[in-house]
């Protein structure tokens, strides 16, 4: 989600990439979701961080706890910062309705639109 709403609202100004420490494939929740909200990820793959291991990364902005623990070593001039949101597979598995799934994913939804809404000001202001 973090990636679509990156290229959706700030592609004039970052080039942005999603790729976590394993590869858990496109959630069809979150793609939903981030339709409602006019963004198209269909066409985005879950890949892992070693498949960027080619691209020259300014910063690497990590979303969940997970993947801070496991991150791989970057650059030293990579920027590595920690943005903590919940992870919205983790909180549906417990949903007793799809609809309570899909509150789920609407939430961090719209939680990540936020925060990419302040990018890249927020990256230059946070010592993470």
């Known amino acids: 989600m973090a990636e679509g709403w990156a290229r959706h609202l700030k592609a004039d100004v970052i080039e ?13 929740k979150a793609v939903q979701v981030m339709a409602e909200a006019g963004v198209d990820i269909s066409h985005q793959w879950s890949k ?35 943005f903590a949101f919940d992870d919205p597979p983790s909180l549906a598995a417990y949903a ?26 927020t990256l230059f202001e946070t010592d993470c």
């Open 16 to 28: 942005p990439y999603s790729a976590g420490v394993c590869a858990v494939g496109l959630s069809g």
């Open 48 to 82: 892992t961080v070693d498949e960027l291991e080619e691209t020259e990364l300014d910063y690497v902005v990590t979303l969940c706890p997970h993947a801070h623990r496991f991150l791989p070593e970057f650059p030293e001039k990579t920027r590595v910062m920690h």
């Open 96 to 121: 007793v309705t799809e609809q309570e799934a899909l509150a789920h994913y609407r939430r961090v939804r719209d939680e990540i639109k936020e925060f990419v809404e302040e990018l890249p000001e």
